[in-house]
């Protein structure tokens, strides 16, 4: 039985997981949780936000499923999440989003899948602030070597799930150097994958397509802070933060996560939807080959948000967590 990293996170972390480690219970999957946390908890309890017990068990486990870890805005520490990320050269943010019957949204028929660069760009901490001058720069670096590693993951995924075609999004036409490193690394990458069409769209435009006709996308491949504000936009195509998932995959560990924050306005109340942890959950299963539990589950899950009774009230229902969690566990 394979041994999973739980790390249920800050605020409403404990609740979510709570709720996925039932249905999971219910469902039978075959895994064990390893459960070590991060954050904020860790880091009032015992004065250090990522213990090297999760390091030790993350190192250990190569697999990992993360609830939200709460991060102080401008100023205390780094991001937990991006810290796991570069330590573990964890290079590609995976960001499926697909309309669900039951989820109401503006648009149907969206099935895309974001794979954001998640260790470089504007992300790799090489910040400086001269206080005497009043000027901050922050530099995007971008490699050739990254940006090969991220195009091909994209590839990989839409020749090993059929999808039909690939879009690199990027900023080429200003951000010259950068923006050549990535469309030359898609143009060389594509010729591995003659049955992948590709194409490439600056972002702007980007943006105006997906919120005008996303239908047209299938796997779209970004670097950091395109990915990081595209990955929240196509949420909100198909029903927001609160029903998508999202993974965080190196070549040799993958940490699976749920993609909103730790919702401290609600924490402790019974009313965090655990659907966007669960949906991590269910890619970490296809990620272990557990497919069919995967399917399982999810069906139980649409199943469960066709009935808004059954669903909490950022749904429009008015189940606690734990009953959500219940409805699921009866619809398996
Ligand atoms: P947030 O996602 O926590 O909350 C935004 C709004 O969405 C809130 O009204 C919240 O109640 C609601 N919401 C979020 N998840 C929900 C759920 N599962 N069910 C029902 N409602 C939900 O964003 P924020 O307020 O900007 O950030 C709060 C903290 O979380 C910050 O410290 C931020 O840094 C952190 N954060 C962490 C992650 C992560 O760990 N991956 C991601 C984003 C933000």
Redesign the pocket.
Known sequence: MTTVTLIP?D??GPE?TEAVKAIFAAAQVPLTWEEENAGQTTFDAMGELIPQRLIDSLERNKIAL?G??????GKGFK?V?VQLRQKFDLYSNVRPAKTTAGVKTRFENVDLVLFRENTEGLYAGLETFDERLGISDSIARVTVQGSYKIIRAAFQFAEKHNRKKVTVAHKANILKSAGRIFLEAAAQVSKEFPNVVWDDKIIDNMCMQLVSKPEQFDVVVTTNLFGDILSDLCAGLVGG??VVAGANIGDDMAIF??????????AGQG??????LLRSALMMLEHMGLHDKARQIENALEKTLLDKNCC???LGGTASTSEFAQHIISNL
Do not use: M, Q
């Open positions: 996170g605020g409403i979510i993360k939200p870890i709460t991060t102080p805005v991001s999440n933060l609160g996560e749920a993609v909103h924050g730790s919702a401290p306005d609600i009313l965090a939807n655990p659907t966007a909490t009230r950022d």
